[in-house]
């Protein structure tokens, strides 16, 4: 069992910077492929973001590319999310989550990650 805890979220203005993180904990024997999503009120989840299991290989969603850079750290089971430049329509929760297999290869589609941590709000004021 993995427990994933995202943390870093808050409100700042637009064209502000935050940065979140997510801690993995618990029965960790091999690392997967990780994702950042997120889910507005009344919107789907999206994808945001994601990173391969050595963290040289990343994806990011067409509307963040260029200001969003995600990264991760083995040794510490951590995984962050660089948001800049932050805009209004970038609020939302935020999660992080394991890929289910480590045959991952940058799908932005929500089923292919199994564990899910419980969110993080991040609020961008205009």
């Known amino acids: 069992q993995v427990t994933l805890v995202e943390s870093g979220g808050g409100l700042v203005q637009a064209g502000g910077s935050l940065r979140l993180s997510c801690a993995l904990s618990g029965r960790i024997f091999i690392s997967f492929p990780m994702g950042w999503f997120r889910q507005a009120p009344g919107k789907e989840r999206e994808f945001v973001a994601s990173?391969?299991?050595?963290?040289?290989?990343?994806y990011y969603a067409d509307s963040v590319k260029g200001r969003f850079t995600i990264s991760r750290d083995n040794a510490k089971n951590t995984v962050a999310l660089q948001m800049n430049s932050l805009k209004p329509e970038d609020s939302a929760v935020y999660y992080c989550?394991?890929?289910?297999?480590?045959?991952?290869?940058?799908?932005?589609?929500?089923?292919?990650?199994?564990?899910w941590g419980q969110g993080t709000q991040v609020t961008v004021s205009s």
């Open positions: 990173v391969s299991r050595s963290g040289s290989g990343t």
């Open positions: 989550a394991t890929a289910r297999t480590i045959s991952y290869s940058g799908s932005p589609e929500a089923d292919d990650f199994g564990s």
